[in-house]
């Protein structure tokens, strides 16, 4: 079940991430899909409405992303947060590789987060 989220509210989620995925980056404008809205803190473990944990998010990353709130860093093999869009900043975690195919983990966080979310899944349209 979808929460109700006033149109102000999809505005000003879509303006912080500029029509841009949270996780992956890419831009809206340049898929065939519509993005969603997606609550960080997920509603069944009481995330609520609001600007602060509201994310855009491709439909991809928003299916991987689903209730996680953790995962596991493939290289220290530990428990971590997934990477938090409105309380942590993308380069921080983040880089794109020297190419800008990849995006590259920095931290425990931004790796769980790459490998929860398939980030650098093949694109199959
Ligand atoms: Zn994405």
Redesign the pocket.
Known sequence: MSAYISVELQRQVRDRFANC??????AEALTVTT?ELEHITPRSADGETVLKNLCL??????RYKAQRQTATDPLTEEMVSLFHPQLQAWTDHFAWSGDATEIIGLTPIGRATIAA?K?NRPQTL
């Open positions: 995925c949270a996780y992956c980056r890419t993005f998010s491709c439909p991809s990353c928003n979310l980030v």
